[in-house]
């Protein structure tokens, strides 16, 4: 098939493509900025996420349509700029891809339209979404513009995945390289719950997603473990083969320290290494429920984490990211 992808550059958009030039496909992508794509598989389109003719030629001929683009949070992005890809950016690709004809789009949205979950249990696709920071709120309304979309000739589908990790995520790697060389200092988390899948397994269920997801429907991928932040550190830990700390800082002192370091850094224009957004993972729990997507598309996650991050540290290892 002819696919169009938006957002490729990152990490779970290289996978994507990879996976979908090793299955054959045709694969367009939208290149913002500086060159990332070289390789002859790939037909790359320069421009931005809101130039309406390139992402209309970028759409003309495909089948279907992964909407990745996002703005991501540093802390220096304004809402309106958020607003400005994350909704409107989003508006315009569907735009695009019902004139161009295209049949499937899949969106990829965020577990953090829920803001932070209260209930025990891991939460289904239909629990009520309360957004905390503005990178979430922005999610809210590309979901919105996705959902609302109307629509005659495309299926469109939402995916919201959960904590991602896997070689190459230098989100994941920064965790790691932190319990590895003894710098990290954990921050509560204790009752705070995550659902890690693994890179592999989330791009066999977005292609699962396009086959056989229904049409305004929304699903999430995650793995099968709901997990607290705490025992994600610490089965890290155990595949460094290290030790991992046991005191654990009060969040009101690491929110005061978040704020002032914040507050500094903006002075001099700059991001902070400690941010509202980062401390997120620490405090906000997003536990998902995947039996919906286990029911209507066969979706079924083969790494257990312990698993996962194993292959995963052992890839750094080998690529010279963390020493032996």
């Given at each position: 098939?002819?696919?169009f992808?938006?957002g490729?550059?990152?990490?779970?958009?290289?996978?994507?493509?990879?996976?979908l030039?090793?299955?054959?496909?045709k694969?367009?992508?939208?290149?913002?900025?500086?060159?990332?794509?070289?390789e002859?598989s790939?037909?790359v389109?320069?421009?931005?996420?809101?130039?309406?003719?390139?992402?209309?030629?970028?759409?003309?001929?495909?089948?279907v349509?992964f909407?990745?683009?996002?703005?991501?949070?540093?802390?220096?992005?304004?809402?309106?700029?958020?607003?400005?890809?994350n909704?409107k950016?989003?508006?315009?690709?569907l735009k695009?891809a019902?004139?161009?004809?295209?049949k499937?789009?899949?969106?990829?949205?965020?577990?953090?339209v829920f803001?932070?979950?209260?209930?025990?249990?891991?939460v289904?696709?239909?629990?009520p979404?309360?957004?905390?920071?503005?990178?979430?709120?922005?999610?809210?309304?590309?979901?919105d513009?996705?959902?609302n979309?109307?629509?005659?000739?495309?299926?469109?589908?939402?995916?919201?995945?959960?904590?991602?990790?896997?070689?190459e995520?230098r989100?994941?790697f920064?965790?790691i390289?932190?319990?590895?060389d003894?710098?990290?200092?954990?921050v509560t988390g204790?009752?705070?719950?995550?659902?890690?899948?693994?890179?592999?397994?989330?791009?066999?269920?977005?292609?699962?997603?396009?086959?056989?997801?229904?049409n305004?429907?929304?699903?999430?991928?995650?793995g099968?473990?709901?997990?607290?932040?705490?025992?994600?550190?610490?089965?890290?830990?155990?595949?460094?083969?290290?030790?991992f700390p046991?005191?654990?800082l009060?969040?009101?002192?690491?929110k005061?320290?978040t704020?002032?370091?914040?507050n500094g850094?903006?002075?001099?224009?700059r991001e902070?290494?400690?941010?509202?957004?980062?401390?997120a993972?620490f405090?906000?729990?997003?536990?998902?429920?995947?039996?919906?997507?286990?029911?209507?598309?066969?979706y079924?996650?083969?790494?257990?984490?312990r698993?996962?991050?194993?292959?995963t540290i052992?890839?750094?290892?080998?690529?010279g990211w963390?020493?032996?």
């Amino acid at each position: 098939m002819n696919i169009f992808v938006t957002g490729a550059s990152g990490f779970i958009g290289k996978a994507l493509i990879k996976e979908l030039a090793d299955r054959k496909h045709k694969v367009s992508v939208l290149q913002h900025k500086k060159a990332v794509f070289k390789e002859s598989s790939y037909r790359v389109y320069q421009g931005d996420i809101s130039d309406f003719s390139v992402l209309k030629k970028a759409s003309t001929n495909a089948e279907v349509v992964f909407h990745l683009a996002a703005s991501m949070g540093a802390d220096q992005v304004s809402e309106r700029e958020f607003m400005r890809i994350n909704k409107k950016g989003t508006e315009l690709v569907l735009k695009a891809a019902e004139e161009a004809g295209v049949k499937k789009f899949v969106h990829f949205s965020s577990a953090g339209v829920f803001g932070s979950v209260r209930q025990k249990g891991a939460v289904r696709e239909n629990y009520p979404r309360n957004p905390i920071s503005v990178y979430d709120r922005s999610k809210r309304a590309g979901e919105d513009a996705v959902l609302n979309f109307p629509s005659q000739k495309m299926r469109i589908m939402v995916v919201r995945p959960g904590w991602v990790y896997g070689p190459e995520d230098r989100r994941t790697f920064k965790l790691i390289k932190a319990i590895a060389d003894k710098r990290f200092v954990f921050v509560t988390g204790e009752k705070t719950l995550q659902t890690p899948v693994y890179i592999n397994d989330l791009i066999k269920g977005v292609l699962l997603c396009a086959e056989r997801g229904k049409n305004g429907e929304i699903y999430h991928l995650a793995g099968k473990e709901i997990l607290t932040v705490r025992e994600i550190a610490e089965k890290i830990a155990d595949a460094l083969e290290t030790h991992f700390p046991t005191l654990a800082l009060p969040l009101w002192f690491i929110k005061t320290v978040t704020s002032i370091f914040e507050n500094g850094y903006r002075v001099f224009g700059r991001e902070a290494p400690l941010t509202r957004g980062r401390l997120a993972f620490f405090t906000h729990s997003k536990p998902l429920s995947i039996k919906k997507a286990e029911l209507e598309l066969g979706y079924s996650p083969e790494y257990d984490f312990r698993t996962g991050i194993q292959r995963t540290i052992s890839w750094y290892k080998e690529k010279g990211w963390l020493n032996h």
